[in-house]
Each structure stands twice: as C-alpha cells, then as structure tokens.
C-alpha cells in the first residue's frame, strides 16, 4: 500500500495537500480456471481464452466455464474445427444472434462431461458472408453433470 499525495488550492488560494491511503491489489488467480481447449490441446489458433465464470450446469462449485473470443473474420474457420471435433451443430442466424443447438460435447480423461458452444453478438447480419462485419463470436466450454 503506497499513500497518494492530492494537492489543491482551498478558496484563499492556500495549497491544501491531502494524503489518501490507497490500497493496490493484484487480482487473485482462481486456480480452477483453465483453458480447457489448451489443456486438451484442441485450442485453435485464431481463439483467445478470455476468462472463467461460475459454471451452471454442474453441481460442483470449484467447476468453471471458460469463455473464449474468435474475430469475425476467423469464425468460419472455428465453427468448422468445433463442429468436427465436438459435434456441435452449425449455427445460424436466429432473431437477432448467431447460436445452434446441439451443442458439441467432450469428456476429459478424468470423465468430466463438457458441453462447447459458438454464437455471435447481437448482430442483424443474416449471411454467413458477412461473418468478417461481425467483430465477436463467442465460444463457451462448460463443465456439465454426466
């Protein structure tokens, strides 16, 4: 913790020098929070891990989904590897997203059941053509109850 000097002139015109105590954090690393694609080397090169969230399909707390992003222009090229690798379905354009069901599945040496999924942000870009206008995909790997 390192104390921040504020200096300011008071309405006499006075330098006033306040010391603030501010405390610095890093960020604590949840160590459950993995790259599953990474880890089971299936990861391709055009998606970047993002973060974990509290996973809600598996009743085990220290389980977390991870979150990936894949650029527009690479989406394609992803939707292709998860759907062989994972038997996810192809999405499509429904309403105002791109999303598919089934979702594809994996089960680590372990024997923990995932389920992986792709869907775009909120887009009205109907045309897979149009995939590269589209700056976000998002894919989902979580950790489900067999």
Partial sequence: MFPQLTAALNTTGSLVVAILNVSVSTPEVNPNCLDYLAEWQLKPESLEFQHCQPATQVNHPTKLTAIYHVPGSHAAGVEDFLHQEFGMARIRHICCSWHGHPWGDYRDKQGQSYN???YSEETLLQQRS??????????VVEPVDA
């Fill in 116 to 118: 992986v999924l792709m």
């Fill in 130 to 139: 149009d995939w590269p206008q589209i700056s976000t995909f998002e894919v």
